[in-house]
T-cell receptor, first 113, second 114 residues
Framework: GENVEQHPSTLSVQEGDSAVIKCTYS??????FPWYKQELGKRPQLIID?????GEKKDQRIAVTLNKTAKHFSLHITETQPEDSAVYFC????????????FGQGTELSVKP | DTEVTQTPKHLVMGMTNKKSLKCEQH?????MYWYKQKAKKPPELMFV???????INESVPSRFSPECPNSSLLNLHLHALQPEDSALYLC?????????????FGPGTRLTVL
C-alpha cells in the first residue's frame, strides 16, 4: 500500500525566512497531494493541494511542487510569520482509493520572531 | 455554510458508558469520514461513508459503531471504550469519495476515557 514519508519532523526558522517541508510517496498511482496545517488544539486546515497533472501551484506565500518521476512533493513557505507556527501534514491519495488519504508523520514548524 | 461541525467539543466517559459523537455538514458533500488523532500524530482513518453507505472500515474495533442517518449527519456510537481510546476524534467531509476530492475537517471531539 501507499506510504508517505515527511521530513523534517521539526523545523525552526526566523521570522521572514523561508521554510521547506518535503514528502515522498511510494505509490506511483497517487494523483492528489494536499497539505494541512494544524494549530494547537485546532482542526487540520487545508492550505494548498496539487493534482498530478501540474508540477507547481502557488497561493500567496505558499507553494507546492510535485515531481512525479521522483515521487516527491514539497511545501514552500516564504516570508514566514509567527502565525505560520503549527504542525503541517502532507498526504497522498489515488483515484480509486475511496477517499483514503495517507498522511505523512507531520512537521512541527516554529517561527521565531 | 462552509464548515463541518462536531458535538460535543469535549467528552469524558467511563469504560462502561455509552455515548455518541455527532458531525454535521451542509455543503452538499456526499462523503463523510471519521478519523482518530493522537497528540502530534497524523489523523488515522477509521470509517468512510459514501452516499450514506459505509464504504471503508479500517478494521476498527466493534466498540466504535458509525451511523450515517442522512447525507448531512454522521454519528459515532461509543461503548465499552478503553483508556487507550482517549484521543481527538475528527469528522471530515468531501464532495465525493474520489481520490482527488478535498476533505474538510471539523474541529473534533476531545475524548477522555477513564
Amino acid at each position: 500500500g501507499e506510504n508517505v514519508e515527511q521530513h523534517p519532523s521539526t523545523l525552526s526558522v526566523q521570522e521572514g525566512d523561508s521554510a521547506v517541508i518535503k514528502c515522498t510517496y511510494s505509490d506511483s498511482a497517487s494523483n492528489y497531494f494536499p497539505w494541512y496545517k494544524q494549530e494547537l488544539g485546532k482542526r487540520p486546515q487545508l492550505i494548498i493541494d496539487i493534482r498530478s497533472n501540474v508540477g507547481e501551484k502557488k497561493d500567496q506565500r505558499i507553494a507546492v511542487t510535485l515531481n512525479k518521476t521522483a515521487k516527491h512533493f514539497s511545501l514552500h513557505i516564504t516570508e514566514t510569520q509567527p502565525e505560520d507556527s503549527a504542525v503541517y501534514f502532507c498526504a497522498a491519495n489515488r483515484f480509486n482509493q475511496g477517499g483514503k488519504l495517507i498522511f505523512g508523520q507531520g512537521t512541527e514548524l516554529s517561527v521565531k520572531p | 455554510d462552509t464548515e463541518v461541525t462536531q458535538t460535543p467539543k469535549h467528552l469524558v466517559m467511563g469504560m462502561t458508558n455509552k455515548k455518541s459523537l455527532k458531525c454535521e455538514q451542509h455543503m452538499g458533500h456526499r462523503a463523510m469520514y471519521w478519523y482518530k488523532q493522537k497528540a502530534k500524530k497524523p489523523p488515522e482513518l477509521m470509517f468512510v461513508y459514501s452516499y450514506e453507505k459505509l464504504s471503508i472500515n479500517e478494521s476498527v474495533p466493534s466498540r466504535f459503531s458509525p451511523e450515517c442517518p442522512n447525507s448531512s449527519l454522521l454519528n459515532l456510537h461509543l461503548h465499552a471504550l478503553q483508556p487507550e481510546d482517549s484521543a481527538l476524534y475528527l469528522c471530515a467531509s468531501s464532495r465525493g469519495a474520489g481520490g482527488s476530492d478535498t476533505q474538510y475537517f471539523g474541529p473534533g471531539t476531545r475524548l477522555t476515557v477513564l
